[in-house]
RNA sequence: CGGGGCGUAGCGCAGUCUGGUAGCGCAUCUGCUUUGGGAGCAGAGGGUCGCGUGUUCAAAUCACGCCGCCCCGACCA
C-alpha cells in the first residue's frame, strides 16, 4: 500500500478525551473514531488489527475442533424470554422495537440464539461433542463505557458454545478452550494468564478469565509467579487427546482476581518469593453453565440409553476488539504502538527519504515489488514528507519493521532496517534487506 | 446511577469572573527556501463560540432548561 494513496488520519496531539494510553495512541495513529460514547468506528490501519486478531482466534478455534457460523446482532425478545433473561438482563441490554411493534433485542450474547439453533437440529447424543462459535458485533449499554475500546458499548466478540451429553464431555470440551486461548493470545504476542473467575449460580471450578498483566489494567490480580513461565501448547496439539494434564499444571497453581482473591489461600499456597500481586485486562472468560440453558429451552438429545438429557454447555468469549487495546497497553513505548508481527497491520514500513530521486524511487520501488510478490503487506511511504515526519509517523503506527531507503546509503549501495520494537538499526544491501524479509 | 469536570476552526488551547463586532499554536491551501528524526519565511482559507429560551441597546461572556463528552466510584467481553 503506498501511504500517498492511502486513508491514514495520525494526530500530533492527542484528542483531549483519552485519558489511557491505548486510547490515546489508537486516535492518534488513526487507528478509531469515537462516534458515540462506547462507539467507534474502525479506520482502515484499526480494522487491519482487527482483522488480523480475528482471523488468529478464528485458526485457533477451529483448530480445536469449533465450527464458526454467524448469528445476527439482532434476536428476536421472545427467545430471551424462553430463558428468562429477558427480564433478568435488565437495562444492560438494548431493546428496540421494528415497524410491526415486534419487540426486538441487540444481542449482548448468544447463549439464548445458540441453544435455539442447536435444538432445531440436533436430537442425537452421536453428533455431539459439538461448539458452535461466531465473532459478531455485540451491545452491553455499560453504565460507564471508558478507555476507548477497552469498554466500549459496542464491541467485538467471538463467542464459542459447547454442547456434550455430560460433565465429562463438557469438561473435555472446556480443556480445549482452554488450551485454544491460551495459543491465540500467545500469537498476538500476549502473555495471559488464565485464572478463577466468578462462576455465577451454577459454581464449579469450571470458569476462568484470560488476564493479560498490564499497569492499567482494570482488575487487580494474584498468582503463582510460576504461570508466567509456563509453555504454550505447540500447533501440534492433539485436540482429541486428553488435554487435562496441560490444563491442570496450571489449574493447581494460585490465580485469582480480586473479586475472588483469597488473601489467605493465596499466602499458604504460594512461597512469598513467587506471590506476584498485579493489575490486569482481561481479554477472555470461559465457563462451563451445564443445562441453564437446555433445560429451559428443552434441548434435548437422545442418549445411548434411549433417554432424552438435556445437553451440558459452556460458553467460551474472546473480546476481539478489546484485544486491540489490551495488546498496545502490553506493547508501546513514548513514540507510540509497538505490534506484535501477529498482529501489525503491515509486515514491513518502507520509507522513501527523497521521494523524486531516482536511484532512491527506483530502490524502493525494487523492495515493493519484491517483498509485495513474497506475499509481505507493506506500508510504503512514498509522501513528500521530511524525514523527521515519516520516522514519527512510522514509529508511532507501530509497524514491526522500517526499511529506510535514502540517497545518502544508496550511495554506498545501502538501505537501512530498523526494529521497531528494540530501534536496533542495520545498514544492508537492498538485497539483503529484501532476502530477510522475503525468505519467512 | 452518585460525585467532579469539560464543550470556542480538523486537533490542542486562551478569552467567560468584570457583556461591547472572536484569538493563539499545530494542521490545511499557495509561493519561495529547505530536506537522514515531527523545517523556515511570506500570504490565504476555515468558527450560527454544543442547542434552546430569557435578561440587555448589546451575550462566547449573565440566568434557566436541554444535549453531548471525559474522569472518580458502584457494575461488566
Not at 509486515?347 to 517483498?371: M, R, S, T
Amino acid at each position: 500500500m503506498r501511504l500517498s494513496r492511502y486513508f491514514l488520519p495520525v494526530l500530533k496531539e492527542t484528542p483531549n478525551e483519552a485519558q489511557i494510553v491505548s486510547h490515546r495512541l489508537m486516535l492518534r495513529a488513526g487507528l478509531i473514531r469515537q462516534e458515540a460514547a462506547g462507539i467507534y468506528a474502525w479506520l482502515p490501519l484499526g480494522f487491519r488489527v482487527l482483522q488480523k486478531i480475528e482471523q488468529i482466534v478464528r485458526e485457533e478455534m477451529n483448530r480445536a475442533g469449533a465450527i464458526e457460523i454467524l448469528m445476527p446482532t439482532l434476536q428476536p425478545a421472545d427467545l430471551w424470554r424462553e430463558t428468562g433473561r429477558y427480564d433478568a438482563y435488565g437495562p444492560e441490554m438494548l431493546r428496540i422495537k421494528d415497524r410491526q411493534d415486534r419487540e426486538l433485542v441487540y444481542g449482548p450474547t448468544n447463549e439464548d440464539m445458540v441453544t435455539e439453533i442447536f435444538r432445531a437440529y440436533v436430537h442425537s447424543y452421536k453428533a455431539l461433542p459439538l461448539n458452535l462459535y461466531h465473532t459478531q458485533w455485540k451491545f452491553r449499554d455499560e453504565v460507564r463505557p471508558r478507555f476507548g475500546v477497552m469498554r466500549g458499548r459496542e464491541f467485538l466478540m467471538k463467542d464459542a458454545y459447547s454442547f456434550d451429553l455430560n460433565k465429562e464431555g463438557a469438561r473435555r470440551s472446556y480443556n480445549r478452550m482452554y488450551v485454544a486461548y491460551l495459543r491465540a493470545f500467545s500469537r498476538m504476542g500476549l502473555q495471559t494468564i488464565p485464572m478463577r473467575a466468578e462462576t455465577g449460580p451454577i459454581g464449579g471450578d469450571l470458569s476462568h478469565e484470560f488476564i493479560v498483566l498490564a499497569e492499567t489494567g482494570e482488575s487487580g490480580v494474584f498468582c503463582h509467579k510460576d504461570l508466567l513461565d509456563m509453555p504454550i501448547p505447540g500447533a501440534d496439539i492433539d485436540f482429541d487427546s486428553d488435554l487435562e494434564p496441560i490444563v491442570s499444571q496450571r489449574t493447581k497453581l494460585y490465580a485469582a482476581t480480586e473479586d475472588v482473591h483469597d488473601q489467605a489461600r493465596f499466602e499458604r499456597e504460594v512461597p512469598a518469593d513467587k506471590r506476584l500481586s498485579a493489575r490486569g485486562i482481561e481479554v477472555g472468560q470461559i465457563f462451563y453453565f451445564g443445562t441453564k440453558y437446555s433445560v429451559p429451552m428443552k434441548a434435548v438429545v437422545t442418549g445411548p440409553d434411549g433417554r432424552d438429557v438435556p445437553i451440558e454447555g459452556g460458553s467460551y468469549g474472546i473480546g476481539v476488539s478489546r484485544l486491540a487495546g489490551a495488546i498496545i497497553e502490553a506493547s508501546h513505548d513514548d513514540a507510540g504502538i509497538i505490534w506484535p508481527e501477529g498482529v501489525a497491520p503491515f509486515d514491513i514500513a518502507l520509507i522513501n527519504l527523497k521521494p523524486g530521486d531516482a536511484k532512491v524511487d527506483a530502490a524502493c520501488e525494487e523492495i515493493y515489488a519484491k517483498l509485495t510478490a513474497a506475499k509481505k503487506d507493506i506500508l510504503y511511504d512514498d509522501r513528500d514528507e521530511r524525514a523527521g515526519a515519516k520516522f514519527a509517523s512510522m514509529d508511532l503506527i507501530g509497524i514491526p519493521y522500517q526499511i529506510v531507503v535514502g540517497p545518502r546509503g544508496l550511495e554506498k549501495g545501502l538501505v537501512e532496517v530498523k526494529v521497531r520494537a528494540t530501534g536496533v538499526k542495520d545498514e544492508v544491501p537492498v538485497e539483503s534487506a529484501v532476502a530477510r524479509f522475503a525468505k519467512t
